[in-house]
């Protein structure tokens, strides 16, 4: 009976984490540099305005088609100041995470936070928008509807707090032996102040938390751009 209980001990998982760039490549930080776009009046961008368009009498169903079916996007200017400064200001990675026990580990719950700051975000890859349309179709008449988001098990939900924005990625069980990866996930805008990102794994198997930290390098490169920049763009 004590062989059994000493076996029994024995059998625990060990949980080890490493961190993939998109060319997954282990990386041991996780360093970045960007052009954070400061635009012009950005909270208080104009409305897309309609422009007169010519009858083409060529070509006389074309104007009424385009009238009737879509529709002016009026938030155009404010959703391209968003997308300009999301695609200039993200980086995305992996995490993977690798079960060398004698055990499985089950209801396994990986936290990636860092503290909550005005720009930073935390994003999964398949929910990052493309860029906007001044023009829409009846199928994309919400900005939220030009894409189709392929969140899958492995990608994260996000928790917003005061202090912190967190990641959790949910696996239902990790075998001995066997390594799962994550979603990608994009850090966004993030200030040249962060100097780590904080990870906390949970499993039923553990007898307490285990916690990482991935070192962070920034250079955020502050970046004044006019609202012709923006339409030019």
Known sequence: MGA????????????????LRDDDNTIEQLSF??????????RNLPDLKEKPQSYNPLHPLEFNFISALSRLNRDYYRELAEWAQESNGTTSFRLQ?????????????????????????????????????RRLMPSEFSYNNLFTSNSTQSSA???EEKDFITAIFSFKKIQSGETLTTDYICLSRPPQSLTSLNIKILSDQLMEPLSLTIPVTIIENKVAITFQDLENM
Request: aromatic share 8%; glycine share 4%; net charge neutral.
């Open 97 to 133: 995470l690798t079960n060398t026990g004698t055990s499985f580990a089950a209801d396994v719950k990986i936290y990636l936070s860092a503290p909550a700051t005005e720009d930073l975000k935390l994003i999964n890859e398949d929910d990052i928008k493309p860029k906007p349309k």
């Open 157 to 159: 939900y996000i928790s």
């Open 4 to 19: 059994k209980f000493i076996e029994s001990q024995a059998r625990i998982p060990k949980l080890g984490l490493k961190i």
């Open 33 to 42: 540099e960007y052009n954070n776009l400061s635009i012009e009046n950005q």
